[in-house]
C-alpha cells in the first residue's frame, strides 16, 4: 500500500512538472499585443475622423495616444513626420507612456493642408508591432499663397486687421482706416477706405521704387463712388508712381516716371510716361497691347487683381486678373526714350518732395512738389480713395506675364 501512495505522488509530481513546462511554455510562445492608435488630436479637435479635419488652430499641438506604452527609442522626428505638402515641417516630438506628442517648432500657416505621418516602425514598449498611419487636417484662417519670385518680394501687406509688411522691411508711419470682410469672406481682412482722407503712409524705403519693378494689389470699388477720379496709391505723385481711377470707372492711369535714355534733344534725365489703358497718349508705336472692352464692366462691384510692372528696357505692362491690358515701350522714342523707373528727386523743382508711400492717396500726406496733388485739399474733395484694398506686393523684378497669371490663380 506505500509503494503504491509512492508511485501516485510520483506520477503526480512528475505531472505537474510536465504541466508547469507546458503552462511556461505557451507563455512564452503567446503573441505580442499590437500597437493601437486610440486617438489623434489637436488641442481638442479629434484629426481621426471620417474626413479631413480642418479649422485646426496654428498654434496646435498634436498628440498621439495608443493602446499600450511606447517604445521611446522608435519615436523620432523621422518616424514622426508632420509635413506641408513634400517639406517636412520642424517639429519637437517628445513621448510619455501611451502618448507621443507633436509640437511644430513655428506656429503652422493659415488656411494650409498638412499631414502627419506615424511610421511602422514605432513599437510598444513591449515590442508590439504598429501599421502606421498618415492623416492630413487644414489650419484656420486664410490660405498663406508664397508668389512667384519670393525672394524679390521687398514688401507685402496683407491687411489683416492690420498694416504690418509681412517681409519686415516696410514700416507704418501713419494709418487711418478700418477692416471688412476679405474677397474670401475672412473678417478684418481687407482694408476699408472711406474716400473722405483715409489713407496708410510707409515710411520712404529706396527698395519701393526700383528698376525694376512690380506692384500688385486687390482691389473693389463701386460706380456710385466715382463721379470723379480717385487716386488709390503712389510714392510721390509724378515722380514716383500713382494709380488714378477714372470717374466713371471708365479707365484707370498708372503714371510712372523713368530714367531718360540717350536721345538727340538731350532731354533728360527723367520723364514720365502717363499710361492708361483705353485712352493714353503714347506715340511712336509704343502701345503693344492696349484693352478695348468697358473697364466699368470689368470691375465695378468686383474684387480684381491690379498688376503694373516696368523693367530696365522700359517695357511696362498692366494686368488685371492676370490677364494683360496694356503693353508699352517706353524706350521706343527718339526724344523720350524712357528705361527703368525711378524716383525723381534731384532736380530744383523738387522742393517740398515727401517720398514716403501713400496707400490711399497718390503720395503721402505732406508732398508739396506737385501742386495739382495736395492731400489737405482733395481729402474733402472726393479725391482720396473709396473703396477696398487687400494683398499689397512690390517686387523689386519685372514679374512675367506668366509669373501674374500664376499669382492670380494662387490668389483669387
Request: charged share 20%; net charge negative; proline share 2%.
Amino acid at each position: 500500500m506505500k509503494k503504491n501512495n509512492l508511485k501516485i505522488k510520483s506520477l503526480m509530481l512528475a505531472a505537474s512538472f510536465i504541466l508547469v513546462i507546458t503552462l511556461t511554455s505557451c507563455k512564452e510562445d503567446d503573441p505580442v499585443a499590437d500597437l493601437i492608435l486610440n486617438s489623434l488630436t489637436a488641442g481638442s479637435i479629434d484629426l481621426d475622423g471620417a474626413t479631413s479635419a480642418d479649422n485646426i488652430p496654428v498654434d496646435a499641438t498634436i498628440t498621439a495616444t495608443f493602446s499600450s506604452n511606447v517604445d521611446e527609442s522608435t519615436v523620432t522626428t523621422s518616424t514622426v513626420v508632420l509635413t506641408e505638402g513634400s517639406t517636412t515641417v520642424a517639429t519637437t516630438v517628445t513621448t510619455s507612456d501611451a502618448i507621443i506628442t507633436i509640437a511644430p517648432t513655428d506656429e503652422l500657416k493659415p488656411g494650409t493642408t498638412y499631414g502627419i505621418v506615424i511610421d511602422n516602425t514605432v513599437k510598444s514598449s513591449d515590442g508590439g508591432s504598429f501599421g502606421g498611419i498618415d492623416f492630413a487636417f487644414k489650419t484656420e484662417g486664410k490660405s498663406f499663397v508664397t508668389p512667384p519670385q519670393e525672394d524679390n518680394q521687398v514688401a507685402y501687406w496683407n491687411f489683416d486687421g492690420n498694416t504690418n509688411d509681412f517681409t519686415g522691411n516696410q514700416t507704418t508711419v501713419f494709418e487711418e482706416i478700418t477692416y471688412t470682410d476679405d474677397r474670401q469672406g475672412f473678417a478684418n481682412g481687407a482694408a476699408s477706405f472711406n474716400g473722405d482722407g483715409n489713407i496708410v503712409e510707409i515710411a520712404f524705403n529706396s527698395n519701393l521704387i526700383n528698376t525694376n519693378h512690380t506692384l500688385n494689389v486687390w482691389y473693389k470699388v463701386d460706380l456710385a463712388d466715382y463721379d470723379g477720379s480717385r487716386f488709390m496709391l503712389g510714392m510721390a505723385t509724378e515722380r514716383g508712381f500713382f494709380n488714378e481711377i477714372g470717374g466713371g470707372l471708365g479707365w484707370f492711369k498708372y503714371a510712372t516716371n523713368h530714367t531718360v535714355g540717350n536721345n538727340p534733344s538731350n532731354n533728360g534725365p527723367f520723364g514720365t510716361a502717363w499710361t492708361d489703358p483705353n485712352g493714353d497718349g503714347q506715340t511712336n508705336d509704343q502701345v503693344l497691347v492696349d484693352f478695348e472692352g468697358s473697364i466699368a464692366d470689368l470691375v465695378d462691384g468686383k474684387w480684381v487683381m491690379l498688376t503694373m510692372t516696368t523693367d530696365e528696357a522700359g517695357m511696362k505692362n498692366i494686368y488685371i486678373n492676370g490677364t494683360i491690358m496694356m503693353q508699352v515701350d517706353l524706350n521706343n522714342n527718339v526724344d523720350w526714350p524712357l528705361e527703368g523707373l525711378a524716383l525723381n528727386d534731384t532736380d530744383a523743382a523738387a522742393v517740398g518732395l515727401d517720398s514716403n508711400f501713400g496707400i490711399g492717396w497718390a503720395c503721402s500726406r505732406t508732398n508739396a512738389a506737385t501742386g495739382w496733388s495736395d492731400y489737405e485739399t482733395d481729402k474733402n474733395n472726393n479725391r482720396t480713395y473709396k473703396g477696398l484694398l487687400d494683398d499689397l506686393r512690390i517686387f523689386d523684378v519685372a514679374l512675367s506675364q506668366s509669373d501674374v497669371s500664376a499669382l492670380y490663380n494662387a490668389e483669387k
